[in-house]
């Protein structure tokens, strides 16, 4: 793989997930399995989405914590995830396989922050996630976040055909969740106003 190479797997046919090398050291063996979404992405097919499932179930006790400890994680998921994607595709030995799912849970994470900003209070979060709105709410933030990331409309797709390394692969999912974030609450906004 050159530095340049931008060439992916088609994502249309089942692809297996690269297998990490063998003399992977402990730490390239922890960043591979957070680059694979603990191994949510590891799914033959659709693996980007699973990785976004995945992603998801970890935001729900995350948000419970609070909208600025959620928002710290998420901003901090983003900045490290740019290494965690980049060092995976070198083990993987590939730009951006779509087994590397570390990008959808910043992207999901990302989408989740007018969520967990609207949330009452930690105290209650439990009680207010179970209600039928946010179940709808949070389902409505997972078909956004899917929506953007798969059709990738400009400037998303600039970035996933454009910018190389890990910023590249970390870059078309950040805009995609911010994108998803403002539709979701322009919706929300109109559902609850």
């Not at 949510?40 to 179930?57: E, Q």
Request: proline letters at 7%; one cysteine or more.
């Amino acid at each position: 793989m050159t530095e340049h190479d931008l060439s992916k797997p088609d994502i249309r046919k089942a692809n297996d997930c690269p297998p990490l090398p063998a003399d992977a050291s402990m730490l390239d063996r922890v960043v591979y399995w957070l680059g694979i979404g603990l191994g949510s992405g590891l799914p033959r097919r659709a693996p980007g989405t699973w990785g976004t499932v995945g992603g998801f179930i970890v935001a729900i006790p995350l948000m419970s914590l609070g909208f600025v400890p959620f928002l710290i994680i998420t901003l901090l998921s983003c900045i490290i995830g740019i290494w965690i994607c980049g060092r995976t595709s070198e083990l993987m030995q590939t730009h951006d396989d779509p087994h590397i799912v570390w990008d959808e849970w910043a992207g999901i994470w990302i989408t989740l922050l007018p969520f967990s900003y609207m949330s009452v209070t930690t105290d209650t979060f439990w009680q207010d996630i179970s209600q039928s709105l946010s179940i709808i709410a949070l389902i409505l933030a997972f078909i956004l976040f899917r929506f953007f990331d798969i059709i990738k409309p400009p400037p998303i797709g600039w970035a996933d055909k454009r910018v190389a390394g890990g910023l590249g692969i970390m870059l078309d999912d950040i805009i995609a969740g911010v994108m998803a974030a403002a539709v979701w609450l322009v919706v929300m906004l109109g559902i609850l106003l």
